[in-house]
């Protein structure tokens, strides 16, 4: 069974810009999680998409957008980029309620 | 903001040894997950327990719970170079929704020594 796909794996982006980063659950997963993770506040929980809609979702301003597709499939996306976005973005599925969750390798954000 | 607390931060021993990394959390709980990170990856999921077990053993893993303590421990047993990593405890509330909604430590880094 494949695991949970991440894409791009790199991005450099500036000031700014705005960026668009994907994920790939688990087949049969429906619950979609993201994190932030940076060296000074470790791991965040950014929001959760089940079932195309957003079910949880953390402090982080309004430029943290996502959503979620009628496949399961997540997109994040971050508009007018500060250099304190950069980080590591993780997405996680999990199968169900009390089931662990499963994260992709991250997209390494990099804003100059 | 982190719900817990990792300790030690940093940990380091030789091959063969035990280590054990403790994590302390701060509101109740629907189950308790251990995590390790290599440098640059994502997290790789090792156990999760529920808040009504005690105890969960999986290959040279061990973990434990103390609810009323608010704390858990993670022992990896006779440790191998290939265990040098991050090690996260992660909490999720109670309910489908909070649950899906883990709250990290901050980590605990080990390095085990050829």
């Known amino acids: 069974k494949a695991g949970v796909t991440q894409t791009p794996r790199y991005l450099i982006k500036t000031r700014g810009q705005q960026v668009t980063l994907s994920c790939s659950p688990i087949?049969?997963?429906?619950?979609v999680s993201w994190y932030q993770q940076t060296p000074g506040q470790g791991l965040q929980f950014l929001f959760e998409?089940?079932?195309?809609?957003?079910?949880n979702k953390g402090n982080f301003p309004g430029r943290f957008s996502g959503r979620q597709f009628s496949n399961s499939r997540s997109e994040m996306n971050v508009s007018t980029l500060e250099l304190g976005d950069s980080a590591l973005y993780l997405c996680?599925?999990?199968?169900?309620?009390?089931?662990?969750?499963?994260f992709g390798d991250g997209t390494r954000l990099s804003i100059l | 903001s982190q719900q817990g607390e990792e300790d030690p931060q940093a940990l380091s021993i030789q091959e063969g040894e035990n280590a054990t990394m403790n994590c302390s959390y701060k509101?109740?709980?629907?189950?308790l997950q251990w995590y390790r990170q290599n440098s640059g990856r994502g997290l790789v999921h090792l156990i999760l327990?529920?808040?009504?077990?005690r105890e969960k053993h999986s290959g040279r893993l061990r973990v434990t719970l103390d609810t009323s303590k608010k704390s858990s421990s993670l022992l990896i047993t006779a440790s191998r170079a290939a265990d040098t990593a991050s090690y996260f405890c992660?909490?999720?509330?109670?309910?489908?929704?909070?649950?899906?909604?883990?709250?990290f430590g901050e980590g605990t880094q080990l390095t085990v020594n050829p």
């Open positions: 327990i529920r808040s009504n077990e």
């Open positions: 087949s049969g997963h429906r619950s």
């Open positions: 992660a909490t999720g509330g109670e309910g489908e929704t909070s649950g899906s909604r883990l709250t």
């Open positions: 996680a599925s999990r199968r169900g309620a009390n089931q662990p969750q499963h």
């Open positions: 998409y089940f079932s195309e809609t957003q079910r």
């Open positions: 509101t109740s709980i629907n189950n």
